[in-house]
């Protein structure tokens, strides 16, 4: 793997997609609060059923996990234990939080109205997360028998069928697509793009014009970046041959988004207030923006990147419910 070629290489993640159709026991409604989603509350409720599981196994075999820093689990059978994978991945190299490579999202959820059903869309990210499809499962029914927290009510919901969709490659799906004429992007949640001032300051970008090769540059670098990661290729790259493989990619993808052009836009700015973050232990203001563009040009170059992002979504905290992206083709 020495020869890894970031242009070929990260094309062969396989993807994998879940449907979880689930019945409430009473009527759910996550109404919008300040730093929070309904993506974020799908997050945290999978990661803490996954850690429910993962204890209980060990206990059983008196090798209990440690739960008291649920933030960074240290399981006793690390071995075998696939926390670590399903809910808070880190890399070796970087020691950076990937984005979890359980995505979840529930779209009735986002709305604004209590529901008793709704369809839990599961996107399985990588080798190590769908082998571990059956352990996905358990956990998604260990988050229906735990609860989701409504108004300060645990709501309970079973499953009543999960589908299992193709396990594809990036390469395979792209080889599928018809030709384009354009393709319409609908950004579902709120898209978090961070650019930097002049003088150095990040900031979330809110501007009605999409940034269109900025965002697919940064999907192209994190694709390849999880692509090691999910290959256990650690022992291979140091993190300055890593970082230089994705920045090639990162270059290529800004070269082909250049090609692009924005037919019409619809983009809205949003505000959803201020979250602590405990990995650089500060307050931050999360802007972000959702809405449409329809984009024509060069796809046979593009769309490598265009479908990363409307697979896997794109910008700051994806796995946390935001950042999600739909994507329509015209052919």
Known sequence: MLDYDPLIHPFELPVQKLLAYCVTDRPLFLPPRQGSTPGTTLAGAF????????????????????????????????????VSWLYKPYSTVHHRNFARPVLLRATELEGDKPVDVFTLEVTLWGRHAIAAQDAVKETLKT????????????????????????????AERIKCMPPIQSTLLEFQ????????????????????????????????????AWDMEDRDLGEWFDKKLRHS???????TAFEAAEGLLILRTHLSPVEIGERYSRGTKKTMSLQGFIGLVELAGDFE????????????GGGQKRAMGFGTVRMWLNS
Not at 245 to 251: E, F, G, N, S
Not at 301 to 312: E, F, G, H, R
Request: charged letters at 15%; proline letters at 6%; one cysteine or more.
């Open 47 to 82: 990661g803490t059923a996954l850690w429910s599981l993962c204890s209980n196994h060990n206990s059983s075999t008196n090798a209990a996990c440690n739960i008291i820093k649920p933030n960074n689990p240290i399981c006793q059978n690390s071995d075998e234990c696939v």
């Open 143 to 170: 988050m229906g028998k735990l609860g989701i927290n409504s108004d300060g009510k645990q709501v309970h919901f079973g499953i009543t069928k999960i589908e299992t969709g193709p396990c594809l490659t990036l």
């Open 189 to 224: 949640t709120p898209f978090l793009h961070q650019e930097k001032t002049d003088e150095g300051k990040r900031y979330f970008y809110t501007q009605p014009q999409l940034p269109i090769v900025s965002i697919l540059g940064n999907v192209a670098y994190n694709l390849v």
């Open 245 to 251: 493989l994705a920045r090639d990619a990162r270059d």
């Open 301 to 312: 170059v593009a769309m490598p990147w265009l479908l990363t992002l409307a697979l896997a």
